[in-house]
T-cell receptor, first 117, second 115 residues
Framework: GAGVSQSPRYKVAKRGQDVALRCDPISGHVSLFWYQQALGQGPEFLTYFQNEAQLDKSGLPSDRFFAERPEGSVSTLKIQRTQQEDSAVYLC???????????????FGPGTRLTVL | GNSVTQMEGPVTLSEEAFLTINCTYTATGYPSLFWYVQYPGEGLQLLLK?????DKGSNKGFEATYRKETTSFHLEKGSVQVSDSAVYFCALSPTYNTNAGKSTFGDGTTLTVKP
């Protein structure tokens, strides 16, 4: 497939469980972004990778959130000890160039809808 | 920090009506500006973009002009169609600074076009 894919598409977790959300970016894309989107709101930045380097993680809401991109392609967002307020859609996006390039366009995946009971 | 404020919805129009969705921003430096669209059941996709002041982005009949003096990037279309029904997000991305990866999105405006 040519687009960004995410799995699972839907995840239901009990409060306190750990979850792992996967993102497969477009092949060759340098930059990868994670966003959290609450119902009725726009995406909120979580973290940004340039290749395998996590250059900005200032949007991660707590130390329960952790992201990695060890080989500069697939990325995983992990949430430990999930809480009800973590319920949201988690979006992944990738772009061909480094962030900050004025021609940079982000391509979004379909998202993972996380529901914490 | 940076912020994006866009017109609250929902917006309901009849087919062939004129559309304006307002978007204003606050940011340091010279960000790039974007409109993304999310059709029902689909992911966000780029609609148009502008990278510097006075640039006009356009696509599928939609236009938006980067106005630095008013810090605005309003989305317009002269004649909407039922197929334009979607949620529209205004966004900015910093350029060439330490926060370059940190895009900021508005809360989205839901547009419904009735035949």
């Amino acid at each position: 497939g040519a687009g960004v894919s995410q799995s699972p598409r839907y995840k239901v977790a009990k409060r306190g469980q750990d979850v792992a959300l996967r993102c497969d970016p477009i092949s060759g894309h340098v930059s990868l972004f994670w966003y959290q989107q609450a119902l009725g709101q726009g995406p909120e930045f979580l973290t940004y990778f340039q290749n395998e380097a996590q250059l900005d993680k200032s949007g991660l809401p707590s130390d329960r959130f952790f992201a990695e991109r060890p080989e500069g392609s697939v990325s995983t967002l992990k949430i430990q000890r999930t809480q009800q307020e973590d319920s949201a859609v988690y979006l992944c996006a990738s772009s061909l160039h480094r962030a900050g390039d004025s021609y940079n366009e982000q391509f979004f995946g379909p998202g993972t809808r996380l529901t914490v009971l | 920090g940076n912020s994006v404020t866009q017109m609250e919805g929902p917006v309901t129009l009849s087919e062939e009506a004129f559309l304006t969705i307002n978007c204003t921003y606050t940011a340091t430096g010279y960000p790039s500006l974007f409109w993304y669209v999310q059709y029902p059941g689909e992911g966000l996709q780029l609609l148009l973009k502008a990278t510097k002041a006075d640039d006009k982005g356009s696509n599928k009949g939609f236009e938006a002009t980067y106005r630095k003096e008013t810090t605005s990037f309003h989305l317009e279309k002269g004649s909407v169609q039922v197929s334009d029904s979607a949620v529209y997000f205004c966004a900015l991305s910093p350029t060439y600074n330490t926060n370059a990866g940190k895009s900021t999105f508005g809360d989205g405006t839901t547009l419904t076009v009735k035949p």
